[in-house]
């Protein structure tokens, strides 16, 4: 059973600490050479987790469904890093060993898109087997 939209867990990070909690984790997993604004939108949406705007170097991500209320953090962490992956794919294809971003006219996301979001991800997997073997059983 769903709790309603307007009641948060308990366990629910404050919206305001989502965008300093979401680029401390990003530091830890890629240090980004040209800068971006997140906006963390308290807006409900029924599908638009969230986009990345190139003109403004802007990642927004929308923290409320508007059917299920507040989307789950770990949800929104995986949403941040897709837009970040686009930012990256933008301002750094080098880094990435790409000439350029490689994006297909009619296609949301290039190869490089799909090389940089798999290594963000991978880099995260591999810092939370790190902090889960620390712990230990």
């Known amino acids: 059973m769903s709790r309603p939209a307007h009641l948060p867990s308990r366990f629910d990070v404050p919206v305001s600490a989502i965008a300093p909690l979401f680029r401390a984790r990003l530091d830890r997993l890629f240090l980004c050479r ?22 403004r170097r802007l990642v927004r991500l929308y923290v409320n469904d ?20 686009h930012h990256l794919e933008y301002t750094e294809p080098d880094t990435f060993s790409a000439s350029a971003c490689g994006r297909i006219p009619g296609r949301m996301h290039s190869r490089l898109f799909w090389r940089i979001l798999g290594e963000l991800k991978y880099r995260w997997a591999r810092l939370q087997r790190q902090a889960a073997d620390r712990v230990g059983p």
């Open 66 to 85: 508007s059917e299920q209320g507040r989307r789950p953090l770990e949800e929104l962490f995986d949403t941040f890093l897709h837009e970040v992956s």
């Open 34 to 55: 040209v800068e971006f604004d997140l906006d963390v939108n308290s807006r409900a949406t029924a599908r638009v987790l969230g986009g990345y705007y190139r003109s």
